[in-house]
């Protein structure tokens, strides 16, 4: 056995995969052989639908009836919908989203088939209703009436349309339609892997999915884009973003949308493609001085820290500016990733071998229940053993 251990598992191979591979020597992102960002600038979201779960880009008839497989997945049970209004007016949509995702996993007849047949259509289905437990779980949340999604526009056009309320512009739609693209797949983050260890023990592929969300939500991970949105608010100005920034780092604060397991020092390619989208974006809605405020950021952090931005910095204020509340930002995240994570799962459960590590134990040996006057039930509190 193997005594050999790295922290937070850096660098470790945890599977072999067809799916993505990050080349950070050459900067590129491989999905199925394409670089990502060449795919975000040419394609649409369909087609790397398409693309994860066959294997191969679609042709334009596959994604006409791509689209309408996902279009006829579009009913949502009732039911869950009435559930979603029991949540809190201050629930996190994170956990609202995870809920949702177990709760509509009762209503799928084919649940407990691991095929990949099955997998594909569970797939469809998970991509057709994670939309809609986003944007009416939010409007359930904040008490606003549910929303219905529409067929007669895109897939993505409807996503967009349904969190907020209104139809979006062709530019915005495309922009929408790139950032889900850039946050669709990235090899194994924390939340890939947890979704394939789930699956590796032969669970449901919603059940890999709702961990997945769990995971998604944490700062140092997908709720990284909230906070980022969250600190460009709270700076309002050009001018006051660097002493924010420095004062911060004088308290040694981590910079949320900087930094990352794999890029470390190197750019996030993601983060250049959402930078383009932003500088439109800002044009559009005449809003220039966010784009300079975060350049302004991304140069303090590169001279203060040598870190590049991550594309959670770029993708929240993009996010603000198509008229997404910051409370949706990292649920939207994890609805483009679903993709993602079920060609994890579809692959996992392929060729699947029981995810199972061993640790480097630290702990104490030899000790005896009877040599010992005293057992520990909590934390500073001991109680006499009799
Ligand atoms: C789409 C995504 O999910 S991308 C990730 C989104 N998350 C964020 O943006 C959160 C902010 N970033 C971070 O916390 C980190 O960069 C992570 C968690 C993403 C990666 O961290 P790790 O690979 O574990 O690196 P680690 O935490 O060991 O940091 C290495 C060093 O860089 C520093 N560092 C890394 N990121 C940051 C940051 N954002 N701000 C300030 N310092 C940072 C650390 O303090 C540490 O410095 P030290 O060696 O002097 O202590
Ligand atoms: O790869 C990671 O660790 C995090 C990330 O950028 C992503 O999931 O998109």
């Known amino acids: 056995m193997s005594t050999q251990y790295q922290p937070g598992l850096e660098n470790v191979i945890a599977s072999e995969t067809t799916i993505s591979y990050l080349d950070v020597e050459n900067e590129e992102i491989v999905l199925r052989g394409y670089n990502l960002i060449e795919l975000a600038k040419q394609v649409t979201y369909l087609d790397i639908v398409g693309l994860m779960l066959d294997g191969t880009l679609p042709t334009s008839d596959q994604r006409i009836s791509l689209e309408d497989q996902l279009k006829?997945?579009?009913?949502?049970?009732?039911?869950?919908?009435?559930?979603?209004?029991?949540?809190?007016?201050?629930?996190?949509?994170?956990?609202?989203?995870?809920?949702?995702?177990?709760?509509?996993?009762?209503?799928?007849?084919?649940?407990?088939?691991?095929?990949?047949?099955?997998?594909?259509?569970?797939?469809?289905?998970?991509?057709?209703?994670?939309?809609?437990?986003?944007?009416?779980?939010?409007?359930?949340?904040?008490?606003?009436?549910?929303?219905?999604?529409?067929?007669?526009?895109?897939?993505?056009?409807?996503?967009?349309?349904?969190?907020?309320?209104?139809e979006p512009m062709k530019m915005e739609e495309m922009v929408f339609d790139q950032s889900l693209i850039a946050y669709s797949e990235h090899e194994m983050p924390n939340s890939t892997f947890a979704a394939r260890v789930i699956a590796s023990t032969q669970a449901d592929i919603y059940g890999a999915?709702?961990?997945?969300?769990?995971?998604?939500?944490?700062?140092?991970?997908?709720?990284?884009?909230?906070?980022?949105?969250?600190?460009?608010?709270?700076?309002?100005s050009e001018a006051d973003i660097e002493p924010l920034l420095m004062d911060k780092l004088s308290r040694k604060e981590r910079i949320m949308g900087f930094g990352h397991r794999v890029y470390m020092k190197k750019v996030d390619p993601r983060a250049v493609l959402m930078k383009e989208a932003l500088a439109e974006l800002v044009k559009e809605?005449?809003?220039?001085?966010?784009?300079?405020?975060?350049?302004?950021?991304?140069?303090?952090?590169?001279?203060?820290?040598?870190?590049?931005?991550?594309?959670?910095?770029?993708?929240?204020?993009?996010?603000?500016?198509?008229?997404?509340?910051?409370?949706?930002?990292?649920?939207?995240?994890?609805?483009?990733?679903?993709?993602?994570?079920?060609?994890?799962?579809?692959?996992?459960?392929?060729?699947?071998?029981?995810?199972?590590?061993?640790?480097?134990?630290?702990?104490?040996?030899?000790?005896?229940?009877?040599?010992?006057?005293?057992?520990?039930?909590?934390?500073?509190?001991?109680?006499?053993?009799?």
Do not use: W
Not at 213 to 230: D, F, I, Q, R, Y
Not at 313 to 319: D, E, K
Not at 348 to 361: A, K, S
């Open 72 to 166: 006829s997945e579009y009913d949502f049970p009732q039911d869950v919908l009435s559930m979603l209004k029991l949540f809190p007016e201050k629930a996190n949509l994170m956990d609202v989203l995870r809920t949702g995702v177990s709760a509509i996993a009762s209503y799928d007849d084919e649940l407990e088939d691991r095929s990949r047949e099955a997998n594909y259509r569970k797939s469809i289905r998970l991509l057709a209703k994670v939309p809609q437990i986003v944007a009416n779980g939010y409007r359930a949340v904040s008490k606003q009436p549910f929303v219905e999604p529409r067929k007669d526009l895109s897939y993505t056009g409807n996503f967009l349309y349904m969190i907020t309320g209104k």
């Open 209 to 236: 999915l709702a961990g997945a969300v769990a995971s998604l939500k944490g700062t140092l991970h997908g709720g990284a884009n909230e906070a980022v949105m969250k600190m460009l608010l709270e700076v309002g």
């Open 285 to 386: 809605k005449n809003q220039q001085e966010l784009l300079r405020m975060c350049v302004i950021g991304e140069e303090v952090m590169k001279r203060e820290k040598g870190l590049y931005p991550n594309l959670d910095y770029y993708a929240a204020p993009v996010y603000h500016l198509l008229g997404i509340p910051i409370e949706l930002f990292t649920p939207v995240f994890l609805a483009a990733r679903t993709i993602g994570i079920c060609a994890h799962v579809i692959e996992q459960h392929e060729n699947n071998r029981l995810f199972r590590p061993r640790v480097l134990y630290k702990g104490p040996r030899n000790l005896h229940p009877q040599d010992s006057s005293y057992i520990q039930i909590g934390e500073g509190e001991l109680n006499e053993h009799c």
